[in-house]
């Protein structure tokens, strides 16, 4: 079972967003798949409950709660962790035993960045991370790459400790699909399979973490 953790200490930097795909790419691709929502908010597990009578069901589960590891099923395939908004690299520090890679989104603004080099420099601090038993990658998010911001940051976050593993173009597709219970994974529309495509390089780097 391959098992993602997402995390970011900047809110808003679309976390939920890429947990909530990636869930439903592997879904979609006939994995049994858990979506694991640590924040209190409730967003992934609002988003699972939304497509449950679909055909491609995510099943939830509250990372709130004491114990839910004991409740992952035994036939899961793919297990996302979606954490809470604002988590610290010492709040994740006791789930890099259990899963197999981390994601870190980050926005093309100058905020987001300030803000998410110290957290991913904290990152590369931890024992797991610094010894590679864990791999991270940057995913770059909300991307205009027609823009001079969004070329400049992709520049900055190559700076990172980390690799950056997709670049994410931006679209209100995302927040209407999301909205619904969908992803853009659950549609065949040429627009959409364009920016299906924004998605291989991380796929392709997740295969090697299995």
């Not at 839910?68 to 036939?75: N, S, Y």
């Not at 549609?187 to 920016?195: A, D, Q, T, W």
Request: include cysteine; proline fraction near 6%; charge should be neutral.
């Amino acid at each position: 079972m391959l098992k993602v953790l997402i995390a970011s200490s900047k809110g808003g930097c679309g976390k939920t967003t890429l947990a909530t795909h990636l869930a439903a790419y592997y879904a979609v691709s006939g994995k049994n798949t858990v979506l694991v929502d640590c924040d209190r908010l409730g967003s992934s597990r609002r988003w699972c409950e939304l497509r449950a009578g679909s055909e491609h069901a995510v099943l939830p589960l509250d990372g709130t709660r004491r114990g839910w590891r004991d409740r992952v099923p035994g036939d899961a395939q793919r297990l996302i962790v979606d954490t809470a908004a604002g988590a610290r690299p010492e709040d994740i520090d006791e789930l890099l035993d259990y899963v197999d890679a981390v994601l870190v989104p980050v926005l093309p603004s100058p905020f987001d960045l300030d803000a998410s080099a110290p957290f991913l420099a904290e990152l590369a601090d931890l024992s797991r991370i610094k010894r590679g038993k864990v791999p991270v990658g940057v995913v770059a998010n909300r991307l205009r790459p027609w823009t001079h911001a969004s070329q400049q940051a992709l520049a900055a976050m190559s700076e990172f400790a980390f690799p950056v593993v997709a670049q994410i173009r931006d679209t209100q597709g995302y927040v209407l699909a999301t909205g619904i219970g969908k992803s853009l994974f659950d549609y065949h529309s040429e627009p959409v399979r364009l920016h299906q495509e924004d998605w291989k390089p991380l796929f392709k780097w997740l295969k090697k973490q299995e």
